[in-house]
């Protein structure tokens, strides 16, 4: 029986050697056309960009700032244990910030669609959401099944007077994502699609975010509840900087005054893996 060693599909030498020496070249074009299509993303019809309200973050941001007209996805990060909750009081928070930021420059109906994840899941507090937009202008959504609620943000970014549309769900869809990356870009509303697990490497989205808790700073000498505070992960940014390989990290805190996000300077913080307590997270879950 002949026998046919995997060295004889290897190729020579000489070939490797170009092949390992192009792989710089083929990394850097890779990089420049992604650079090309940032530089003319916000020049698309129905996209301008929306300050997320903290310098360091924008600064990275194609215009410096979030894309109208685009998918943007917000994902839960792991506990000090290592499992994502099934409903994450700082993923929520952050939606809800965007959600806000987002509303404050556009006037309308903010819609939220969500499919409930269990008997005990809780719809969000509308008295807690005021500190983002007014609760008034929210529109809620339950959807039975994933297909509904992928229908039903879909129908929201083509519906004249809606502001921004946001979906929590669980499921990973591509055809969806993309059917709702199309739409609002076609009508220059934003999307965002938060998520209670991490979502596939591959996506249509503009931007992917994760988000953990942090523990809150409390004033010296006093048993005080601190701010809360956020592990923010820029994982995936499409036509901003860095470059696709680099994941920044930020530890930002929430202002309950000024309503607004602030970096918290690394030399004032100890690990920001923690979490933070369940008051926090109830602050946010009705």
Known sequence: MPVISPSAFAPPVASRAANDAAAPVAADLRERIRRLERAHSAQRTGQAAVPLGVPTIDALLPEGGLLTGALHEIEAGPAPSGRVASHDGAALGFAAHLLGRFGAKSPGTLLWCRRPSGTFDAPPYAAALSAWFDPARLLMVT?????????????????????????????????????????????????????????????????????????????????????????????????GAPSAAEIPSWLVEWNDETHCLAVVPQAFHGSAGEGWTKSDTERLVG
């Open 143 to 239: 959807a039975r099944r994933d297909e509904d609620l992928f229908w039903a943000m879909e129908e929201g970014l083509r519906c004249p007077g809606i502001a921004a549309v946001l979906g929590e769900t669980r499921a990973a869809d591509p055809t969806a994502g993309r059917r709702l990356s199309l739409a609002a870009e076609k009508s220059g509303v934003p999307a965002l699609l938060l998520r209670a697990q991490p979502a596939p490497t591959q996506s249509v989205c503009t931007t992917r975010w994760r988000i953990a808790s942090a523990p809150s700073h409390s004033t010296p000498g006093l048993n005080d509840i601190g701010a809360a505070r956020w592990r923010i992960q820029l994982r995936r940014n499409r036509f």
